[in-house]
């Protein structure tokens, strides 16, 4: 599985950026797809997952503000961050778990939230 993020940026407090996620190489629609993120000096933590069926999850910190959403047609997750702040300035990762398989991992695209 080849994971390619993109739509990373620089935003102003209370803006929105939408994180694009495509991949190739698996049968995509029965992959759970999901966000991680990393700030200077943290851990990877985990910011919301969609499940093959649709179902999703999200962290605490930013229900109500990200939606996650996947296009099967097009093998592609997006993330919409909306209401930014700057605790969101993060590199984001793309992942997929393609049942049965490890865990692929995209590039990384960073997040930046300042004014």
């Known amino acids: 599985v080849q994971l390619q993020a993109s739509g990373g940026g620089l935003v102003q407090p209370g803006g929105s950026l939408r994180l694009s996620c495509a991949a190739s190489g698996s049968a995509f629609s029965s992959n759970r797809m999901g966000w991680y993120r990393q700030a200077p000096g943290n851990q990877r933590d985990l910011v919301a997952f969609?499940?093959?069926?649709?179902?999703?999850y999200y962290t605490d910190s930013v229900k109500g503000r990200f939606t996650i959403s996947r296009d099967n047609a097009k093998n592609t997750v997006y993330l919409q961050m909306n209401s930014l702040k700057p605790e969101d300035t993060a590199v984001y990762y793309c992942?997929?778990?393609?049942?049965?398989?490890?865990?692929?991992w995209g590039q990384g695209t960073l997040v930046t939230v300042s004014s």
């Open positions: 969609i499940n093959s069926g649709g179902s999703t």
């Open positions: 992942f997929a778990d393609p049942p049965g398989q490890r865990r692929f």
